[in-house]
Every structure is written in structure tokens, then in C-alpha cells.
């Protein structure tokens, strides 16, 4: 089955700088690449997502880029605010198999104000 | 818009105990799962259902069982409690349109197994 490793486990960084997390995978048909914001106490939500066929995508202060090649891809959150400290995690999932979802073990992002 | 609904949020049970770990869905979603989640081991999939009637192991499936008999609810059997199932389980429902999809998460159920 598919691997998702995630790098790092703890990022701590001062309000207003820029946040990357980085994530790869081994199975090359995995094709749609999730990322998650957890808070404390809830359930993971979708902040962005990728597929295969793009390299790159951004959403307001949040972007995320594919390598395919290499098969690893990151989330990048420039002018971080201290409601950006949650717990982050990546995902992988092949197009036949929706619902499957592989995750990364998370990101422990903390912003200091 | 209720989404997705887990309950109970907490529960504790004794070693040997059986309870059922309920999830209901209103968004009319093909695809259901249940993950674990553990300190430092991010989300592993026990199982998934593709649709009604239709359910397959994920990742962890010993010690859990499913069924799918309607669309809305999908919930989680744990027959013979043991310690290693303590953790946090997460219910989530997806949909796949085109190249257009997402999962969406419920609240999740506390655990502990003494």
C-alpha cells in the first residue's frame, strides 16, 4: 500500500513568518493529495488539496506544490497568525480507491504572537 | 447542516466489553471510513464502504467490524474491548464527482479501554 511520510513533527515559528511542512509518497497512481487542519478537540477539515496533473495551487496565505517526479509535495502558509497553530497532516489517495485516504503522522504547527 | 455525526463523543469500557461506535452521514455520500488516531501515528484506516451493502479492510481492521445496510450510517463494532484499541476514532464521509472530491470528518469519539 501507499507510504506517506511527513517532515517535520513540531514547527514552531514567530507571527508573520512563512510555515512549510513537507510530505512524501511512495505509490506513483496515488493522484490527489489532501492536506488537513486539525484543532484541538476536532475533527481533521480540508484546507487545500492537489492533483496530479498540477504543480502547484494557492489559496489566500496557503499553497501547496507537487513534485511528481520525486513524489513530494508541501504546504507552504506565509504570514502565519497564531489561529494557524493546529495540528497539520497530509494525505494520499489513488483515484480508484476514494475514500481510502493514507495520511501522513502530522505537523504540530505553533505560531508565536 | 448536520455533516457528519459521531457518537458518542466519550466513552470508557471495561476489557472484554463490546459497544458499537456510531456514524451518520446527511450529505448523501457514496464513500464512508473509520480511522484511528494515536499520539504520533497521524490516521490509519480501519474500514471503508464504498457504498450500501459493500465494506472492505483498511489498514488496522483486527478487532472491528462493519456493516453498511443504508446510505447514512455506517458504524463501527468493537466485539471484545481490549487496551490497544484506546485512541480516538474519527468517522468521515467522501464524494467523488469528476476530478472533484472531498472527505469530510466528524467530531470523533474519545475511547479508553480499561
Known amino acids: 500500500g501507499e507510504n506517506v511520510e511527513q517532515h517535520p513533527s513540531t514547527l514552531s515559528v514567530q507571527e508573520g513568518d512563512s510555515a512549510v511542512i513537507k510530505c512524501t509518497y511512495s505509490d506513483s497512481a496515488s493522484n490527489y493529495f489532501p492536506w488537513y487542519k486539525q484543532e484541538l478537540g476536532k475533527g481533521p477539515q480540508l484546507i487545500i488539496d492537489i492533483r496530479s496533473n498540477v504543480g502547484e495551487k494557492k489559496d489566500q496565505r496557503i499553497a501547496v506544490t507537487l513534485n511528481k517526479t520525486a513524489k513530494h509535495f508541501s504546504l507552504h502558509i506565509t504570514e502565519t497568525q497564531p489561529e494557524d497553530s493546529a495540528v497539520y497532516f497530509c494525505a494520499a489517495i489513488r483515484g480508484s480507491t476514494l475514500g481510502r485516504l493514507y495520511f501522513g503522522r502530522g505537523t504540530q504547527l505553533t505560531v508565536w504572537p | 447542516n448536520a455533516g457528519v455525526t459521531q457518537t458518542p463523543k466519550f466513552q470508557v469500557l471495561k476489557t472484554g466489553q463490546s459497544m458499537t461506535l456510531q456514524c451518520a452521514q446527511d450529505?448523501?455520500?457514496?464513500?464512508m471510513s473509520w480511522y484511528r488516531q494515536d499520539p504520533g501515528m497521524g490516521l490509519r484506516l480501519i474500514h471503508y464502504s464504498v457504498g450500501a451493502g459493500i465494506t472492505d479492510q483498511g489498514e488496522v481492521p483486527n478487532g472491528y467490524n462493519v456493516s453498511r445496510s443504508t446510505t447514512e450510517d455506517f458504524p463501527l463494532r468493537l466485539l471484545s474491548a481490549a487496551p490497544s484499541q484506546t485512541s480516538v476514532y474519527f468517522c468521515?464521509?467522501?464524494?467523488?464527482?469528476?476530478?472533484?472530491?472531498?472527505?469530510?470528518f466528524g467530531q470523533g469519539t474519545r475511547l479508553t479501554v480499561v
Open positions: 468521515a464521509s467522501s464524494y467523488s464527482i469528476g476530478a472533484d472530491t472531498e472527505a469530510f
Open positions: 450529505m448523501n455520500h457514496e464513500y
